[in-house]
C-alpha cells in the first residue's frame, strides 16, 4: 500500500464497475444507470448522469458479478453527499443500510 491517510474505519476498494440505482424519492421511483467508483464495508459512490439526488433518499443498489468467483451485489442504501461534476453529471456517496 502506497500510503493510507483516509481517516476511515474500513478500507475503501476501488471500483470502476457498471450498477444500477433504484432511487425512491418523493418526486417518482426511477432507475438510474451508474458507474459504482468505491466500496467499503459501510458505503460506495456511484457517478451518474444526473443533476443531483438529495441528501437521506433511499436507493436499491444492484452490482452484477462478471465472474463466478465472485457474487453480485445487492443493498439497499441512503444517499449522504452529492457534488455536481459538471453540468450532467454527479457523485454520489451512500451509505449502507443492509446487504440483500
Not at 417518482?28 to 458507474?35: E, F, H, K, N, Y
Not at 437521506?56 to 443498489?61: A, L, P
Not at 443493498?75 to 454527479?90: D, L, P, Q
Amino acid at each position: 500500500m502506497l500510503g493510507y491517510d483516509d481517516k476511515r474505519n474500513f478500507f475503501r476498494m476501488m471500483l470502476n464497475s457498471p450498477c444500477e440505482l433504484k432511487v425512491e424519492d418523493e418526486e417518482s421511483t426511477r432507475t438510474l444507470v451508474a458507474v459504482c467508483k468505491d466500496i467499503s464495508a459501510t458505503g460506495m459512490s456511484f457517478e451518474v448522469e444526473e443533476q443531483s439526488v438529495e441528501p437521506g433518499t433511499k436507493v436499491s443498489v444492484s452490482i452484477e458479478s462478471t465472474s463466478s468467483q465472485i457474487p453480485s451485489l445487492s443493498a439497499t442504501a441512503r444517499v449522504v453527499r452529492c457534488e455536481s461534476i459538471g453540468e450532467t453529471h454527479c457523485t454520489i456517496g451512500v451509505e449502507i443500510i443492509e446487504m440483500n
